[in-house]
C-alpha cells in the first residue's frame, strides 16, 4: 500500500514555519514507498480544508516519474522541473507551492499522493479540478499526510 510521509513533519502534527508564509513559504520534503508495481506517473494535490469559502488548493504537481520515492524541500515554482514533472496552478492561479497562511484558526492542508497508470499531458494551465478529471480511472493508489497550522 502506498505511504506518503514527511521528516518535517507527522500526520496531524503541526507544519514548520519554514514551510509557511511565516517563514521561508518553500515546499517541505515529501517521501512515499510502496509505489504499485504499474506506476507511470504520480500526482500530488495539496488541499487547506478550512478555509470559509471553501477547500483552497495550495499546490498541484503532476506527471512526477515513477522511479522518484521523493520531493525534497524548495521545489521551484517553475511549471517543468528537471525531472519532468509538471506544476500546475493553486487557487490563486499561481504556479508552484503556496505555503500556510491562514488568516486564523489551526487549518489542515492535506498532501494527497495519487499513483496512476498514466502519464498526463502537459497543460501549463493545469488546476485541480482539471486534474481530478483527468485521473479519473487511471489512480491506482493514493495515500496522504495532514499537516496543521496556525499563525497565533
Request: aromatic share 8%; proline share 8%; net charge positive.
Amino acid at each position: 500500500m502506498l505511504v506518503l510521509l514527511s521528516n518535517a513533519f507527522k500526520n496531524e502534527e503541526k507544519i514548520p514555519e519554514l514551510y509557511t508564509c511565516k517563514g521561508k513559504e518553500i515546499s517541505p520534503p515529501l517521501i512515499w514507498k510502496n509505489t504499485p508495481k504499474d506506476t507511470k506517473s504520480f500526482a500530488l494535490i495539496m488541499d487547506d480544508l478550512d478555509t470559509p469559502i471553501g477547500i483552497l488548493n495550495h499546490w498541484i504537481l503532476y506527471n512526477i516519474p515513477p522511479e522518484k520515492n521523493q520531493l525534497l524541500e524548495d521545489i521551484p515554482h517553475e511549471i517543468i522541473l528537471a525531472d519532468n514533472s509538471i506544476q500546475g496552478r493553486n487557487s490563486m492561479r499561481r504556479t508552484g507551492y503556496m505555503g500556510p497562511c491562514p488568516p486564523r484558526g489551526k487549518h489542515h492542508y492535506v498532501f494527497k499522493l495519487y499513483a496512476l497508470d498514466t502519464v498526463l499531458d502537459i497543460n501549463p494551465k493545469m488546476n485541480k479540478r482539471k486534474l481530478l478529471k483527468l485521473i479519473e480511472g487511471h489512480v491506482l493508489e493514493q495515500s496522504q499526510i495532514i499537516g496543521v497550522y496556525s499563525k497565533n
